[in-house]
């Protein structure tokens, strides 16, 4: 019995300097580009969907919404007056 997985061959159209720099990570993670979307596929099958959220709000706004998850993480003030003076401002 042939236990070799078959592979095919995947083509795809990407900005040049998008591949180059894609390489470059996956070369620092130890892998070859290939590697990674191979990595990237097997992840969206398992997941059924992309394995991320994608999003148009800007990564800082992300941030944000990341730490209004989590406000015990975060000192909290009565008002603005109060932060401004903790702030030293």
């Not at 159209?13 to 070859?32: C, T």
């Not at 944000?64 to 932060?83: G, I, N, Q, V």
């Amino acid at each position: 019995m042939d236990t070799k997985k078959k592979e095919t061959r995947l083509s795809i159209r990407i900005d040049r300097e998008l591949k180059l720099a894609g390489q470059d990570v996956a070369k620092d993670m130890g892998m070859d580009l290939s590697t990674a979307v191979t990595m990237f596929i097997t992840r969206m099958v398992k997941e059924r969907g992309l394995p991320f959220q994608p999003s148009s709000l800007p990564a800082e706004t992300l941030q944000a919404l990341r730490e209004a998850e989590h406000p015990e993480d975060y000192k909290m003030y009565e008002s603005t007056d109060e932060m401004w003076k903790d702030l030293d401002v």
